[in-house]
């Protein structure tokens, strides 16, 4: 579909906003490392499903089953979904 000179070419333009990327990346981790960010600790297990994708990657999917698993080993779990509402079913 695209000529190999355009996908070199495509490359080339992307890497500068790639290593700005990786320095933003590196120096924040580098920041955790030093504590002069802290991290947030919860008093109770806690999972996150989601990524830097848009729609379409099954997180939905992937909560409902962990929902349904964990809802077996415990009493109490709960579910928040941000900026948009979740199209699974509603677990009591």
Request: overall charge positive; glycine content about 6%.
């Amino acid at each position: 579909m695209f000529s190999n000179w355009f996908l070199k070419s495509f490359r080339i333009l992307l890497l500068p906003f790639a290593l700005l990327y990786g320095a933003i990346v590196w120096l924040r981790n580098w920041m955790y490392d030093k504590n002069i960010l802290k991290a947030t600790s919860f008093g109770l297990p806690l999972i996150c499903v989601g990524n830097l994708s848009v729609g379409g990657t099954g997180k939905s999917p992937m909560t409902e089953y962990l929902v349904l698993h964990l809802k077996s080993r415990f009493k109490e779990n709960a579910t928040h979904s941000h900026h948009h509402p979740a199209k699974t079913i509603r677990h009591k």
